[in-house]
DNA sequence: GCGGACTGCTTACCT
DNA sequence: ACAGGTAAGCAGTCCGCG
């Protein structure tokens, strides 16, 4: 198994000491003679086990080309298509009837041939002849200017961009190793291990179908991930203007320095000299990162000369935001430096900036994807600003360096202390915890199909649809249209409870208020996706075309059918991955021995969860390209069977329910013979797993729907949906809320309540005194709540957060979308105020007992008191 | 002209 | 552009009120 070197602790041990040694050079005594670097990389016709990086499509060969990398002589290789492949399309329009009725296609000037084809139509369960039209480039089949998708009238799988069409042809799956043999790419077999061969077979033994499904999925889950060579690179721009960020299209201003953070452990700074600074002794002393290299340029095409030199070396790119500024700028600036395209190893595609050589992956773009926001990171940056500063600070506990003055105005030290320490960020957030997110994101292009820097920009959605594109052609399956899939099974049978969504969802049993202790929580493990696998649901089994098949009505209430004599696809992927996340990955990463493949079997789980946790919703989304409100509505359907079902039998067994959401039920102090003939009962009638999840000491509820505090054996808290706790609750209040928290967990069982009661009465008064006296800070009452859209899009009314924002906007403050607004509430004319711009008198004290009050309430409702109790006789309006 | 009842918009949360 | 359900606060509207 190829290691990756621990190379994040050296790094950040260097990172924090004070300099020993500041290594200086000049550029011009440096100077040997100008080395060329190259833009293409080798074509050999045979090359030891690689990693594919990409698949592109290179316009000037007129050919698909991947790229590979081979991590072990650290070198990258082009391979073009030598198999005669084209871009395509599909109709059903004959080849006689397409002569005749459409010339057009035949004489356009990037016709190719025509072939026929049989595929598989699994949406009518047909097998249908169709005319496959090839192209001579991508643009004449879509995308260009009178293109042959136009003169059709309809035609399938025209919109798929031609390097991901490749990669399902050619099967080829970004991410493994290959290598090039004769000329020919081959797969390079990969070893499955005995004990997951075993964990296999205990799971589909019985199962031929499955046996041979999986078979295809193994490896992707025990390739190796090998260290994969990287740069950062971040720049600093000159601006004239004190906060305004340089426009990366016009590039009108010099790059006075970029900062390089390589893997290898390269750590330098191209600095552009410039005639009002100057550099002397005293300045070494202030560069804070010892064994930064920095060299000196006279001149900015210099300069940059010697980064693409840089870029060159690197399979890999990493920035931060390089495709809106680092890269574009670059690459706009080199162009207006007289550079020629060809010179630069940067290419600027429409949304985003690649690299020649290999690829450039965003870190802005990909910790933007929300599924990795929430499922692979568990939301830990979730509502901060998305900035290099949030996320490294909320990931790795990392900072950016303050920023004390504009960049014009720094000196050499600072500037490339500030410069480098934003690439270092940048490439330490793709290295900590032995490189977790490099190995989560060749897991994702693994089971995706997507190369490494599509999966990094694009949404879960895309990576589904990828996925099971690719799965239909390795079956010779005809990929559906979305208005086909509309068309044969129609919209949702049932009417959601929220205005606006299309149709219902999961059931949420009111909570019993009060204080319990010793409940249990069963939950159906990822009920959704087991729903998929076990019922057979898929976008072609369900509402099905066989009559035959109208009586098999999983849930009574709705009118939607399922094929018993066909595996749906969807059931069998979602399957797959659910298993062997669950059965397999999961167990591995526990009881592994060694720690490298113990964290690695770990990503495996983790990329695994973030397929499966959206399995569901994408079948629900209207953008998804097999949308399928049916399947959507399916599934939920089921779930709210499923859990009324074991709602039921828990109250028929004598059980004590008290609350439950979607796919869990708490059961307060449960005979364990009871649970376990519950447990075994849903098993049995359902044909899902419902497990024990977790048991609180004691849970605390308020009456309201997801809302209340459970302590778990440890001690820990379990605290949902309180207003205490949520982000944009003002920190006075939050205070208040921990102390009244601290009490209640430090009770050890109900019989202490009363006296909790009267601590809580004391440390709620002493608050609320404070309050009143004016004597809590502004920051403290600062509520702190983020802007979704750009201020003028609020149209329909004005919250506060927005009317605080158009306060600072006169100020000429800007602030958009994804911003946090910090305002308080006030008695002025508008009722807010942006903190920074108010005064402690003009606080409405009123607003913040009330803002106290909702919040304390959650708690106290379930000791059975009130706010005013708490308050004793003091008035609450003066 | 004012206030309560109501609906709708917005954000943040839960599963 | 993965889903729906819930809590909460505020904005805006309607209606009653001699």
């Given at each position: ?46 090359t ?40 395509y ?17 035949i ?52 919109k ?36 997951v ?29 090998p260290?994969l ?87 890999i ?27 630069i190893?940067i ?10 050589l ?10 933007n ?35 004390e ?25 793709t ?23 599509d ?24 990929i559906?249209?979305k208005?086909d ?10 009417k ?12 949420v ?84 021995q ?15 969860k ?9 079948f ?9 409100p ?9 779930g709210r ?61 308020s ?36 102390e ?20 809580i ?9 404070k ?29 506060q957060?927005v009317?605080?924002a158009l ?13 946090i ?9 508008d009722g ?7 005064r ?5 004290v ?14 106290l ?18």
């Amino acid at each position: 198994m190829v290691r990756s070197e621990d190379l994040e602790h050296r790094d950040l041990d260097q990172f924090e000491e004070e300099e020993e040694e500041v290594r200086l050079r000049e550029w011009e005594e440096e100077e040997e003679e100008s080395v060329e670097f190259v833009l293409r990389a080798e074509t050999p016709s045979n090359t030891p086990p690689c990693i594919v990086l990409t698949v592109t499509y290179d316009g000037k060969a007129g050919k698909a080309l991947v790229k590979l990398y081979d991590p072990v002589n650290d070198k990258v290789y082009f391979w073009y298509d030598n198999t005669g492949h084209r871009p395509y399309l599909l109709t059903d329009i004959d080849p006689k009837d397409l002569v005749t009725k459409f010339p057009r296609v035949i004489q356009h000037k990037g016709f190719s041939h025509i072939e026929l084809v049989r595929k598989y139509d699994a949406l009518n369960d047909r097998w249908v002849t169709m005319t496959k039209i090839c192209a001579k480039d991508p643009l004449s089949i879509g995308g260009g200017r009178e293109s042959i998708r136009d003169i059709l009238p309809k035609t399938w799988e025209s919109k798929i961009k031609y390097h991901l069409c490749y990669i399902y042809d050619r099967g080829i799956i970004p991410g493994m190793y290959y290598r090039i043999e004769d000329g020919k790419l081959v797969p390079v077999p990969v070893e499955i291990p005995e004990n997951v061969r075993e964990f296999v077979l205990k799971l589909y033994g019985n199962d031929e179908y499955m046996l041979k499904e999986v078979e295809d999925w193994l490896p992707l889950f025990q390739a190796p991930v090998p260290h994969l060579k990287r740069l950062a690179i971040d720049i600093e721009v000159f601006t004239p203007k004190e906060n305004k960020i340089p426009n990366p299209k016009e590039a009108n201003y010099e790059i006075i320095s970029v900062a390089l953070a390589g893997s290898d452990g390269l750590r330098r700074v191209l600095v552009l000299k410039r005639p009002d600074l100057e550099f002397d002794e005293k300045q070494l002393e202030k560069l804070r990162d010892d064994n930064v290299e920095i060299m000196f340029f006279d001149s900015e095409y210099e300069l940059l000369r010697e980064l693409f030199k840089t870029i060159c070396q690197y399979p890999i790119i990493v920035t931060f935001n390089g495709d809106n500024f680092d890269l574009l700028y670059i690459y706009n600036r080199a162009l207006k430096l007289g550079f020629k395209k060809e010179e630069i190893p940067i290419i600027a595609k429409r949304d985003e900036m690649t690299v020649a050589l290999g690829v450039h992956i965003d870190l802005y773009k990909f910790f933007n994807i929300r599924a990795i926001e929430t499922y692979a990171f568990g939301g830990k940056y979730r509502g901060t600003e998305k900035t290099l500063d949030a996320i490294a600070s909320a990931l790795v506990k990392l900072r950016k360096l303050p920023r004390e003055k504009p960049i014009a105005e720094m000196d050499y030290a600072e500037l490339i202390n500030y410069n480098f320490r934003d690439a270092f960020l940048t490439l330490y957030l793709t290295m900590y915890d032995n490189e977790l997110v490099m190995k989560l994101i060749v897991l994702l292009a693994r089971i995706s199909k997507l190369p490494f820097d599509d999966i990094t920009r694009s949404q879960v959605s895309a990576w589904i649809k990828n996925m099971m594109y690719f799965e239909h052609r390795k079956r010779g399956w005809l990929i559906p249209e979305k208005e086909d899939i509309i068309n044969v099974k129609g919209e949702a049978a049932t009417k959601a409870i929220i205005k606006g969504k299309k149709y219902l969802g999961a059931i949420v049993v009111d909570p019993v208020p009060g204080i319990f202790p010793n409940v249990y929580v069963i939950d159906f493990a990822s009920l959704y996706p087991s729903i998929i696998k076990r019922w057979n649901l898929s976008y072609e089994t369900v509402k099905c075309p066989d009559e035959s098949q109208k009586n098999n009505k999983p849930v009574p209430d709705l009118p939607h059918w399922v094929c018993t004599n066909r595996r749906g696809l969807t059931a069998t992927i979602i399957g797959i991955l659910r298993d062997m996340r669950v059965y397999v990955y999961k167990k591995l990463a526990k009881t592994t021995q060694s720690p490298e493949l113990k964290q690695f079997y770990d990503v495996v789980q983790n990329a695994l969860k973030v397929f499966i946790n959206a399995s569901y919703g994408v079948f629900g989304a209207e953008a998804f390209q097999l949308y399928c409100p049916p399947l959507a509505e399916l599934v939920t359907a089921l779930g709210r069977y499923a859990m009324s079902l074991t709602l039921t039998k828990a109250i028929e067994l004598g059980l004590t329910p008290l609350y439950g959401d979607t796919d869990s039920l708490f059961i307060w102090s449960p005979d364990e013979n009871k649970l376990k003939e519950l447990i075994n009962w849903v098993e049995e009638v359902l044909g899902i797993d419902i497990d024990v999840d977790k048991v609180y000491k004691m849970v605390a509820m308020s009456g309201r729907k997801k809302n209340y505090i459970g302590i778990l054996p440890d001690g820990s808290l379990d605290i949902k949906g309180m207003v205490g706790k949520k982000r944009n609750t003002p920190d006075f209040v939050k205070d208040v809320f921990a102390e009244v928290l601290k009490i209640i967990s430090g009770m050890q069982n109900i019989t202490e309540v009363d006296k909790s009661i009267e601590d809580i009465r004391r440390k709620v008064k002493e608050y609320y005194d404070k309050l009143r006296r004016r004597e809590i800070p502004l920051n403290k009452l600062s509520i702190k709540m983020s802007l979704s859209k750009p201020l003028e899009q609020y149209t329909k009314t004005k919250p506060q957060h927005v009317k605080a924002a158009l306060q600072l906007k006169q100020l000429g403050i800007n602030v958009g979308p994804g911003d946090i607004i910090h305002f308080v509430k006030t008695r002025t004319k508008d009722g807010v105020k942006p903190v920074q711009l108010a005064r402690i008198d003009e606080i409405d004290v009123e607003k913040y007992v009330e803002y106290l009050k909702t919040s304390l309430e959650q708690v106290l409702d379930a000791l059975g008191i009130s706010f005013e109790e708490v308050l004793g006789s003091t008035k609450l309006f003066l």
